[in-house]
T-cell receptor
Framework: DTEVTQTPKHLVMGMTNKKSLKCEQH?????MYWYKQKAKKPPELMFV???????INESVPSRFSPECPNSSLLNLHLHALQPEDSALYLC?????????????FGEGSRLTVL | QQQVKQSPQSLIVQKGGISIINCAYE??????FPWYQQFPGKGPALLIA?????SEKKEGRFTISFNKSAKQFSLHIMDSQPGDSATYFC??????????????FGKGTHLIIQP
């Protein structure tokens, strides 16, 4: 199994809503990532988890709250988002934070904030 | 400050031709250089990657050329096919594989292969 599975694939939410994006991998990877991608732009790193601990937070606003319940799951909790937060949110994983290997991306969750 | 510069921004190639995308980096601590392919509505997928200890790596129709002294690397797609039409991102990492800080991406090249 070489997949990173993200749900939901599409999400529309109002600025006062609370929602969550979910990510799952069963490759035994111990590093998991959230990226944000705007149209026609490269992915931008948001968070890195290493062995279920937050390793890197790239100055992301607090309305985005990551959570790593276990080594296979990664969540991104969303609250009081702004329309400019509309984007494709990509989850990725790698063997470890310091390991040689590729980054596996999921297909993303396309978020629209009204 | 963009650490990986990618060109061209868009590229149109005839079917059967060679597609060439170039990248340049500044950080000499980078030691892993992957190329990602992304189709519309999909996440990026690793295409091919190279380390600084080799100057060229070939996988099927895809070749990476690497020039350490010039801090440049490029992707060549031989016998380009319409199915190769996608956005291509070069990337670099200072931690052998995209771990640690994740990957630093170039801005992407939108490639169209005309039948």
């Amino acid at each position: 199994d070489t997949e990173v599975t993200q749900t939901p694939k599409h999400l529309v939410m109002g600025m006062t809503n609370k929602k969550s994006l979910k990510c799952e991998q069963h490759m035994g990877h111990r590093a998991m990532y959230w990226y944000k991608q705007k149209a026609k732009k490269p992915p931008e790193l948001m968070f890195v988890y290493s062995y279920e601990k937050l390793s890197i937070n790239e100055s992301v606003p607090s309305r985005f709250s990551p959570e790593c319940p276990n080594s296979s799951l990664l969540n991104l909790h969303l609250h009081a988002l702004q329309p400019e937060d509309s984007a494709l949110y990509l989850c990725a994983s790698s063997l470890s934070k310091d390991n040689t290997g590729e980054l596996f991306f999921g297909e993303g969750s396309r978020l629209t904030v009204l | 400050q963009q650490q990986v510069k990618q060109s061209p921004q868009s590229l149109i190639v005839q079917k059967g031709g060679i597609s060439i995308i170039n990248c340049a980096y500044e950080n000499t601590a980078f030691d892993y250089f992957p190329w990602y392919q992304q189709f519309p509505g999909k996440g990026p997928a690793l295409l091919i990657a190279i380390r600084p200890d080799v100057s060229e790596k070939k996988e099927g129709r895809f070749t990476i050329s690497f020039n350490k002294s010039a801090k440049q690397f490029s992707l060549h797609i031989m016998d380009s096919q319409p199915g190769d039409s996608a956005t291509y991102f070069c990337a670099a990492s200072g931690n052998s594989g995209g771990g640690a800080d994740g990957l630093t991406f170039g801005k992407g090249t939108h490639l169209i292969i005309q039948p």
